[in-house]
């Protein structure tokens, strides 16, 4: 599976000069952990989550503490403010178990798509969830069409827990085709051959 396969597009995202309040905004209707950022062009420019809101959203309660706290700095007003510049990007063509791999390594929850540093995509740790609970039968059956579509309809297939398992391909050439066919449906863990040797 790849990137482009699960993600969502077009993605939200919001500008730099927008105001923190509209990111704010944003984040809560969305029910969103972060965004990217673009710029004029819709070049990636960063990302904004909910810490970085939180960390200058508002100042302290002069109820809540013994002293009253003294008016600090101006509250940052623009995206470009209290963004995380140079974020971590994925590809389209990114391949999903790589994703799945950065994602149980980083507290990250999304990344970016970016095509030529244009945004095109978000893909989250919750889409590479949903695409590894696909049910089995939908698994086989896009994995069947795919290989009908190519004129190969004697390969059989069978899916459990997202492994498919391949019949009738019994050449090198025919395994490493129909390998790369099932490989690409969304949802397929892993691809072995019954009669493979």
């Known amino acids: ?19 923190t309040q509209m990111a704010l905004t944003l984040l809560a209707r969305g029910h969103l952990t972060s965004l990217p950022v673009v710029d004029g062009d819709g070049e990636l420019v960063g990302v904004i989550s909910e810490a970085d809101v939180l960390r200058t959203a508002l100042e302290p309660d002069p109820r809540a503490h013994l002293r009253p706290a003294g008016h600090g700095a101006d509250l940052p007003r623009t995206v470009g403010e209290v ?22 390594q980083q ?49 059989r297939a069978t899916v459990t827990g997202g492994v ?5 391909a019994t050449t090198p ?19 072995e051959h019954a009669d493979a040797t």
Do not use: C, Y
């Open 164 to 168: 498919v398992q391949i019949s009738g």
């Open 83 to 104: 963004m995380t510049p140079h974020p971590h990007t994925a590809r389209e063509e990114t391949d999903v178990a790589e994703l799945a791999r950065t994602f149980s």
């Open 1 to 19: 599976m790849l990137a482009r396969e699960i993600m969502t597009s077009p993605a939200h995202s919001v500008r730099e000069d927008a105001s």
């Open 107 to 155: 507290s990250w929850k999304s990344l970016p798509v970016v095509r030529d540093r244009h945004l095109v995509g978000v893909v989250s740790r919750s889409d590479v969830v949903r695409a590894l609970t696909r049910p089995d039968e939908d698994i086989r059956h896009d994995v069947s069409r795919a290989f009908a579509r190519d004129g190969l309809p004697a390969w």
């Open 173 to 191: 050439r025919e395994r490493n085709l129909s390998t790369s066919l099932a490989a690409a449906v969304t949802g397929v863990r892993r691809v």
